[in-house]
Nanobody
Framework: QVQLAESGGGLVQAGGSLRLSCAVSGLSFSSYAMGWFRQAPGKEREFVGAMSYSGNDPYYAKSMKGRFTVSRDNAKNTVYLQMNSLKPEDTAVYYC?????????????????WGQGTQVTVSS
């Protein structure tokens, strides 16, 4: 059974940092691309960043580039999202997802498995 479990969300003040983790089990983690998405209340799910199976080519949404960093540890079957300089508009539920294709993809429909999400709230 495939499981993706996010952790690390919480409440942080604007300008602060959080590191999200996503522990993956039940699939061949090192062959999957991993992505992060977020969904704010009343808005559609939005691409945040992603990394291919090799970890050599992270890709970010324009508004997150320079503030957010995706990384992965294939030995631990875990992907991370480091978020710095957080803004109130970053408030959302953050999801990790796994794509069998292996290379970086930005569309949610390309991902095969999803976690349950973790809430990030940034106060002003």
């Amino acid at each position: 059974q495939v499981q993706l479990a996010e952790s690390g969300g919480g409440l942080v003040q604007a300008g602060g940092s959080l590191r999200l983790s996503c522990a993956v089990s039940g699939l061949s983690f090192s062959s999957y691309a991993m992505g992060w998405f977020r969904q704010a209340p009343g808005k559609e799910r939005e691409f945040v960043g992603a990394m291919s199976y090799s970890g050599n080519d992270p890709y970010y949404a324009k508004s997150m580039k320079g503030r957010f960093t995706v990384s992965r540890d294939n030995a631990k079957n875990t992907v991370y999202l480091q978020m710095n300089s957080l803004k109130p508009e970053d408030t959302a539920v953050y999801y990790c997802a796994a794509a069998k294709w292996g290379t970086v993809v930005t569309g949610a429909s390309a991902y095969d498995y999803w976690g349950q999400g973790t809430q990030v709230t940034v106060s002003s």
